[in-house]
Nanobody, 122 residues
Framework: QVQLVESGGGLVQAGGSLRLSCAAS????????LGWFRQAPGKEREFVSR????????DNADSVKGRFTISRDNAKNTVYLQMNSLKPEDTAVYHC???????????????WGQGTQVTVSS
């Protein structure tokens, strides 16, 4: 069992930056691939970024490439999402997720955090 708790969301102006963190419980953190997903009001949840168990492989959605960076610290059981050059369309609830498969599909993830709100004003 893995419990995930996100933090770092908030209100920011367009062009600004935020850094999301997701802290995990348990001793098997390094055995999980991790992902960030987001869901805006009235929209389906969408993939944002993923990172492999060792951190050697990462992948981002086209909509955030060049602006968002995912990283992990297995010693601290934490995954991060650095978000730069934020746009109003990035406004959403951001969730981190853990799973056995390095995947961009939300159905491949077994554990989810409750989410943190990111609001970008124009």
């Amino acid at each position: 069992q893995v419990q995930l708790v996100e933090s770092g969301g908030g209100l920011v102006q367009a062009g600004g930056s935020l850094r999301l963190s997701c802290a995990a419980s348990g001793r098997t953190f390094s055995s999980y691939a991790l992902g960030w997903f987001r869901q805006a009001p009235g929209k389906e949840r969408e993939f944002v970024s993923r990172i492999s168990r060792s951190g050697a492989f990462i992948d981002n959605a086209d909509s955030v490439k060049g602006r968002f960076t995912i990283s992990r610290d297995n010693a601290k059981n934490t995954v991060y999402l650095q978000m730069n050059s934020l746009k109003p369309e990035d406004t959403a609830v951001y969730h981190c997720a853990a799973g056995r498969i390095y995947s961009s599909r939300d159905s491949d993830y077994d554990y989810w955090g409750q989410g943190t709100q990111v609001t970008v004003s124009s």
